[in-house]
Structure formats: C-alpha cells, structure tokens
T-cell receptor
C-alpha cells in the first residue's frame, strides 16, 4: 500500500464511450502525475499538476482530459479513444519543494479500448 | 535532455544468490537523484531505493544496495540473498532540476527456485 489509490482497476470501453479514471493520494503531497505504460515501451509521462496547476502536457491527444480539483485528487477523462490507447494508466504523487521528489505510484488502471 | 539506459532486458538469478542490475544515465546537471523502482506482476510500481548525487556513500535498504559511480554516470542495483518475491521488472529512474522522473526501459528479473 503506497498511499495512492486508483479506480477503477480495470476498464473496458468502446471507442464512442466517455469514462473517467480517478486517483487519490493520502500522503499530503502537492504534485500529481499521470503516466501511460504500454507493452514493450517505457513509461510515458502524460500530465503533471503542481499545487493543482497543470505544468506539463507532453503532447497528449485531446481525447485525454485531466482534471485536478484539489491536491489530493486527480482525474483523467476519456472520450472517443482509439484501440492504441489500451494500456496501463498509472497515477503518482510527490512532494515538490523538498527532498528527492520521489514519486509514489498507485496500482494502475488497466484500460482496454474495443 | 536526460536519458536513462538499462542494457539488460532480462536477468535471472538463483534463489539466495546475488544479482546486479545495470543502469547508466546521461546528464549535464550536478544535482540530481536516482531511483530504482520495482514492478511485480501486480503492476504496482514500488520504490526500492534512492540515491542523492551529492552523497558519495552508496544507499542501502536491507538486501538492496547500489553502486553509484558519479563520474561514470553509472547506478547499479545489487540484490543480495535473492528471494522469489524479488521477481519483477526493475526500472532505473533519474530526477534532476525539472523534478520529474525519466525512466529506463526496465530489466525483467526472474528468480529461479
């Protein structure tokens, strides 16, 4: 248990569906991240939020829409996805402003787009 | 941009033996952190150990230790007394001034009974 939870753990959706992934951290951190992990590829950083402000968007398609209502919660809204978006989506949090900025990860959401 | 290279896609070790996983990185920064993460079949990414670049002493966490060679930009992980539960994908990661993690491609470790 890392103090970061993600729901749902598994999600199957059609290309015309709209769904959301949720992440919650109980560590008192002030930064949160979304990563995509596909088979045979390194982890890809998608979005970064520091103090609820988005500071990084690594050329992610607009069909992925992040939302960070407060420093403990992070959402990833999904719409009109493509089959190549099937992957493990990992959320992480860290404390920016002190220490080594190590990130603590949630268990991930396994997304399958049909 | 920083890069992290793990040149061993797969490694295996006999239970109770010692194994070393390699990692090299490229950076022009002098102040940074290095990490090893473990991802078992459950896919939960777990922090194993961290090293601050300004510290010459190698980090140790129980059976896990690192060999940090700053001049050579090398950061290897040694696992002693390997256990079946150590079987996982291991990722080396770098965090510099941008305070974001750059991951290597991973090394799949198999522990043989």
């Amino acid at each position: 248990e890392t103090g970061v939870t993600q729901t749902p753990r598994h999600l199957v959706m059609g290309m015309t569906n709209k769904k959301s992934l949720k992440c919650e951290q109980h560590l008192g951190h002030n930064a949160m991240y979304w990563y995509k992990q596909s088979a045979k590829k390194p982890l890809e950083l998608m979005f970064v939020y520091n103090f609820k402000e988005q500071t990084e968007n690594n050329s992610v398609p607009s069909r992925f829409s992040p939302e960070c209502p407060n420093s403990s919660h992070l959402f990833l809204h999904l719409h009109t996805l493509q089959p190549e978006d099937s992957a493990l989506y990992l959320c992480a949090s860290s404390q920016v402003g002190g220490g080594g900025y190590e990130q603590y990860f949630g268990p991930g959401t396994r997304l399958t787009v049909t | 941009a920083q890069t992290v290279t793990q040149s061993q896609p797969e490694m295996s070790v006999q239970e109770a033996e010692t194994v070393t996983l390699s990692c090299t990185y490229d950076t022009s920064e002098s102040d940074y952190y290095l990490f090893w993460y473990k991802q078992p079949p459950s896919r939960q990414m777990i922090l194993v150990i961290r090293q601050e670049a300004y510290k010459q002493q190698n980090a140790t966490e129980n059976r896990f230790s690192v060999n940090f060679q700053k001049a050579a930009k090398s950061f290897s992980l040694k696992i002693s007394d390997s256990q079946l539960g150590d079987a996982a994908m291991y990722f080396c990661a770098y965090s510099g001034s941008a305070r974001q993690l750059t991951f290597g491609s991973g090394t799949q470790l198999t522990v043989l009974p």
